[in-house]
């Protein structure tokens, strides 16, 4: 599956690729089913004898080309594409944790992935240990049980912009014999590919930087291919053991390096059905062509927000990690030194109430429940998405009461400045 391209090329070129006659779009395979001319066909569809389309509840062409240019873009061995962020992290834990099983995971991580863990996996059997980002070697270690299966975290932590030190929780999670999961959402593979830091699974909300348009919601999972399952059969069972529900294959001996994800799409999305419309992956290829023009102009935007917040005197703190004076400045310096992603996190001086004045005076940039598209928005977290957390659980995840979550856009930066300097005139 992997070219020699370099990213900005195969945003464009890989995935569809037309013989003769072909479209030259990626066409998108309308279509819940495929026809086949002998029932044996079929048959072995079934037991996964043969690889094919049969439904589209659990595969679907169009997706399969779109998963493959994140893959690449990814550097890495299979991918899928699932119908939202929410669904591509649930399936990356699931699918190698069950009932009685036991997960790591950095406190700073997106809300909706919080919940998902601590509450709603909580119920199915799954306990959740929640780390600091920071956590030394050593702290991590004391996290581990024997019934871990996984450590997730996030490469630039929405909204909180911590920059996760992914060789360290690698180090850490590959020492207790599991993988590494990272949510590469905010940084996308433009600006860092977690796996040559030795990250083994990827997730993304592709509903922000890689659609970048705000017009479907969507996720996808890649594989590295890196982890070694076998050599912990005993902690991964569903991989290493025969599955009843294909007449006994065993996914590492029959697909190899692609024993996570043919797992996930021919036993998750068939009993759980997340799968993305063949529409949505079409527009979040479209998204994919533009996506590093797009990133270089993000980050050299929210460069200049940043540094026009921190110069303004009715702002108590900015933070961004492409800036000199930030906390993970060096590590962004590290894993993303083109860029980091275009969100910033700031506080005024005059706290919760001045931001929500300043923010009702913005005119182009929107108030929004989304973050990570081309048009500049702005959100209060403890007001909107975090709302539901707890003070304590508010600041573990490193969102500040007065905290205003501004995602820079691809619009012409003075007029994002201009913007700002006018609804700060009101405060
Ligand atoms: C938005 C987001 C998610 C959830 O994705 P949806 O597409 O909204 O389901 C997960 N992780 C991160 C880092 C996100 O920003």
Request: include cysteine; charged fraction near 20%; charge should be negative.
């Amino acid at each position: 599956m992997a070219s020699n391209y370099r990213r900005e090329t195969i945003c464009i070129q890989s995935g569809w690729k037309p013989t003769t006659g072909q479209p030259r779009v990626l066409p998108i395979i309308q279509s819940t089913t495929y026809k086949y001319d002998t029932s044996e066909q079929m048959g072995r569809l079934f037991d996964l004898e043969d690889s094919g389309y049969f439904y589209t509840r659990l595969q679907n062409p169009t997706n399969d080309f779109v998963a493959q240019k994140i893959c690449e873009l990814e550097g890495g061995v299979a991918a899928m594409l699932t119908s939202s962020g929410q669904a591509a992290n649930y399936y990356a834990v699931f699918n190698i944790c069950e009932a009685g099983g036991h997960v790591i995971m950095s406190s700073t991580v997106y809300g909706g992935t919080f919940n998902l863990l601590t509450v709603t996996m909580k119920k199915m059997g799954i306990e959740c240990t929640v780390v600091d980002p920071d956590s030394t070697e050593e702290e991590l270690n004391q996290a581990f049980r024997p019934n871990t299966k996984c450590v997730l975290a996030e490469t630039i932590a929405n909204p909180a912009l911590v920059v996760l030190d992914i060789e360290k929780f690698a180090k850490v999670a590959h020492a207790h014999g599991v993988p590494l999961i990272v949510d590469n959402t905010f940084a996308t593979p433009i600006n860092c590919r977690p796996f040559e830091f030795g990250a083994d699974i990827v997730t993304h909300s592709t509903t922000k930087y890689m659609d970048g348009h705000a017009m479907c919601v969507g996720g996808a999972i890649v594989d590295s291919g890196n982890f070694d399952w076998d050599a912990h059969k005993d902690k991964f069972p569903g991989l290493t053991t025969p599955d009843d529900s294909y007449h006994g294959v065993t996914y590492t001996e029959k697909f190899g390096k692609g024993a996570y994800i043919t797992k996930a799409t021919v036993q998750l999305m068939r009993d759980l059905g997340s799968i993305q419309a063949p529409q949505n992956a079409f527009l979040l290829n479209v998204g994919l062509e533009t996506l590093p023009l797009r990133m270089e102009r993000h980050c050299a935007n929210a460069q200049a927000v940043a540094e026009f917040l921190e110069s303004h005197e009715k702002v108590a703190w900015v933070n961004y990690p492409g800036l000199k004076n930030n906390k993970y400045y060096e590590l962004a310096q590290k894993y993303m030194p083109d860029g980091t992603c275009g969100v910033i996190s700031f506080g005024l001086k005059g706290g919760r109430a001045a931001a929500e004045k300043m923010m009702d005076k913005l005119t182009l940039a929107a108030i929004v429940t989304h973050v990570a598209d081309a048009r500049t928005c702005v959100l209060h977290p403890a007001s909107h998405t975090h709302r539901q957390m707890t003070d304590e659980q508010l600041v573990e995840a490193g969102v500040a009461p007065d905290l205003i979550r501004f995602s820079v856009g691809i619009e012409n930066v003075a007029d994002i400045i201009e913007d700002l300097a006018t609804a700060l005139s009101f405060v």
